[in-house]
């Protein structure tokens, strides 16, 4: 059974974000802050972890220094915070010396509550000292998994923050959306916590639908999942820079309101797209992972891998970014068996300046090789991604996905179809690469098959009756199940191991798909969610979000998020007090923005 949450966190809760109570794990996390405990606290994106640090910080009405990646994370969370009446502030790069120096007289003035700062300038010696001057309560590391090179995400900037224990004798709450137990050991012991409480909650995100695709024409196929999610938040992620232009020109030519993100981009550019998405004046954005824990938004709708990730927790941190309000969101991965060795390409090259170049390479190929299962395997995805985190779901067909929705399914005779292609692989001599073992087993007429005598083997032409785009996405299925392995290099070979002979043998079962295109259904949650809801109203109720977000200079989201908007649209209030019974409306932004509601509201009558 959970603590009874202590009156004054209620009472926070309720007056700055309209909320009547915590949802799991959140009034354990905050009763261990006010108990002033460590604390690891492991929720997947939406789960609301921020509560967790930012109440305590009201209710001890103490200084609390957030840690925080990234300058736009920071200036989201600070104009969300200052819309719900919270005292917050930030320190970082982008503010000119004067606008720092109001910050430092606030904090010293002990005007304010929650001071986010990044890793690199936390630990500088100036900033360290002024912090005791002033007087820490707590510090919060937020994207926690960043201090482990087991993780996804490895920043070694992230290790430095172990100093502030030596200086500081607080709280340390350590927060991630992402951790495997690996991690989360990692984290305990890169920050030495002392006797950290340990929570961690559900990586099952059921308002989520996942979907796994064959890539055939990454264009065309973003192009029609997009025209799902007309007019609603969209993120495509790609894995090179070249890809997210090429992408975005695509779209933009096709009418699509996109912009690409990523590194190369110059911080004036990178700011402008992402101050667009947040003002909702583009409605996609195509990017490399650059694009990341940055995007604070509610109420992205799809998210879409136009290549697949590097990881399960990086796929699960991206996807995370969608439905944070709580409401459905559709998640779609497409992918190609060249999307493996160009990921194995990257990793080898961005170790090279690691410390131990070898265990950080053979930490990320091993997370790769799990990503490439997970593409590939024709089980549950909600389920096959909380087994990955040593979590089980308790039941048998999510109703979330492209798998328990009966879009997908594997085809009669993949054993037979698989032990065809190794078959083919091993007469060639292992020494051919995927086109040449194609024209051979569906019997191609080619000059290359002849001049090799080719034509003459056993497997000549046994999946002749198949498009050769079937049986190439077939060769790539099997490579990403690890049971077929091909040489990276510019002239990439087929060979077989140890689980190809295996197959070959009928002593291990492989599953295939057909790369078939096949329609859509909504889940029950899209179906529950819209219930009784009067989408004009929501879509009017949607300018005056957008129009009351102008004219305070403050991203969309931070105003209302979308479940709150729902709300209104399916209760239709007709007084403020009724307007305080909407999940989301605290008494703050009663005050602010409660007029405008029923004035929007009445109109619409």
Known sequence: MPPSPDPRVLDVVKK????????????????????????????????GKSLTYQVPALVRQRLSVVVSPLISLMKDQVDGLRQSGVP???????????????????????????????????????????????????????????????????????????????RFDVPFHACTATATPRVRDDIISQLHLRDPEVLVGSFDRPNLVYRVQPRDGAAAQVREILKRHENEASIVYCITRKETEELAAALVSSGVKAAAYHAGLSSEERHEVHDAFSAETIDVVVATVAFGMGIDRSNVRCIIHAAMPKSIEAYQQETGRAGRDGLEAECILLHSGQDGLKWDRLIRMSAQDAEDPEDVTNAQVELLRHMQRFCVNLTCRHAALVRYFGQSLEKDNCGACDVCLGEVEGIDDSLVIAQKILSCVYRVGQRFGIGLVVDVVRGSDSENVRRNGFDELSTFGLLSEHPKPHVISWVYQLV?????????????????NERSFEVMRGERDVQLAAPKRRRTRRSKADV????????????????MRRELAQD??????????????????????????????????????????????????????
């Open 552 to 605: 305070r200079g403050v991203p969309a989201f931070v105003i209302f998020n979308d479940a709150t908007l729902r709300e209104l649209a399916r209760y239709k209030p007709r007084s403020r007090e009724e307007l305080s019974g909407i999940r989301g409306i605290g008494a703050h932004k009663l005050d602010q923005f409660g007029d405008v509601i029923l004035e929007t509201l009445e109109s619409a009558l």
């Open 16 to 47: 700055h974000w309209g909320f009547d109570e915590l949802r799991p794990l959140q009034a354990e996390a905050i009763e261990a802050a006010l108990a002033e405990r460590d604390s690891l606290l492991v929720l997947p994106t939406g789960g």
């Open 480 to 496: 990403d199940a690890g049971v077929l392995e091909r040489t990276s290099g510019d002239r990439p070979t087929l060979h077989l």
């Open 88 to 166: 917050a502030a930030a320190v970082h790069s982008g503010q000119s010396g004067p606008e720092r120096r109001d910050v430092a007289e606030d904090v010293e003035r002990g005007l304010l509550h929650l001071l986010f700062v990044s890793p690199e300038r936390l630990v500088q010696p100036r900033f360290l000292e002024w912090l005791e001057r002033v007087g820490v309560g707590s510090f919060t590391i937020d994207e926690a998994h960043c201090i482990s090179q087991w993780g996804h995400d490895f920043r070694p900037e992230y290790r430095m923050l172990a100093v502030l224990r030596d």
């Open 528 to 543: 529950a969610s819209w219930e009784g809801v009067d989408q004009d109203v929501f879509e009017m109720l949607r300018t």
